[in-house]
């Protein structure tokens, strides 16, 4: 069973046609040192502000964050040379019960801020899920909201592309730190203060657990 609901207003069309991940202020000279790490801040606190904002709605205690998918590396996946994106994915539970209200909510929420919202259900039983999407609006190539019938709820983004070498960027956010020695953390809540970067030599969270085995 699959059942679609979208509110797309026909001027958004063009929006959505023209947006996503295109190298934005194209003919411009490409940002380099200080003015590539400010312009790299403020995209990362104006994304990140409305993902907060959604799993706040959600749940406003700490969500899991894996290094890899934090959100603050640059990478260039899916962008043109030249340019960067941020990648995000947050996962919590909450009770099943409460997925109607809060999908609705989130979508009411995106909706109110401006942006044309898909919805989707997938699956039945314990994995059956219900999706609110935004793709290739704002900051965004994708932005989803995943509600599973088993409890688990997850904030994916995928923001659009920047114009900016991702190397550099790297470079100046992190150095040469090895950012699972406990530079992000492993929780995050959405009301916890963002920071920007790392000081090389100093992990704030302590190092990541490594797996176990069971003899």
Known sequence: MKKRWQTIAATAVLALALTGCA????GMATPTGDELLAQAEQHYLDYRGVTNDVQALIFDGPWSAEVGTFGMQPSGA??????YKFDLARSTEVDPDEHPALSESVREHLTDAGYDVEGQELGSGESKS???IVRKQGDFSLLMVTFIANGSVSVTATTKCWPGDRYELGDQLFGDANLSEGYLPREESPSDPLFFGVTPGEPAFGPTPKPTTTP
């Open 23 to 26: 190298n934005e202020g194209d």
């Open 130 to 132: 219900t999706d609110v």
């Open 78 to 83: 899916g962008c043109p040379d030249g340019s």
